[in-house]
Nanobody, 120 residues
């Protein structure tokens, strides 16, 4: 079993930055791709960005140029650095992982989520 725990959410003004962290525990050696999703009120959960077990990142259009996903393999952690935040980035952010081979869209492990609120 793999468990994911996020931290780092909070309230920030538009234009500000936040760094989310996600720590994996358990059988973390099974983890392949890791990434971040978010869900805004009244909207479906959407992918923000991911990083493969080989260190290759990928981003959706909403995140490109502003967000960076990184990974610390020694600490079994993944991070989401968010810059130039906008009110529309307000959402619950979830860490996700796929155990074994597969894409981020096939994530089978989820964190509990951390709230990010961006004020205008």
């Amino acid at each position: 079993q793999v468990q994911l725990v996020e931290s780092g959410g909070g309230l920030v003004q538009a234009g500000g930055s936040l760094r989310l962290s996600c720590a994996a525990s358990g059988n973390f050696f099974r983890i392949g791709v890791m990434g971040w999703y978010r869900q805004a009120p009244g909207k479906q959960r959407e992918l923000v960005g991911f990083i493969t077990d080989g260190g290759l990142p990928g981003y959706t259009d909403a995140a490109k140029g502003r967000f960076t996903v990184s990974r610390d393999y020694t600490k079994n952690m993944v991070f989401l650095q968010m810059n130039s935040l906008k009110p529309e980035d307000t959402a619950i952010y979830y860490c996700a992982a796929k155990t074994g081979p597969g894409s981020i869209e096939e994530s089978d492990v989820w964190g509990q989520g951390t709230q990010v609120t961006v004020s205008s």
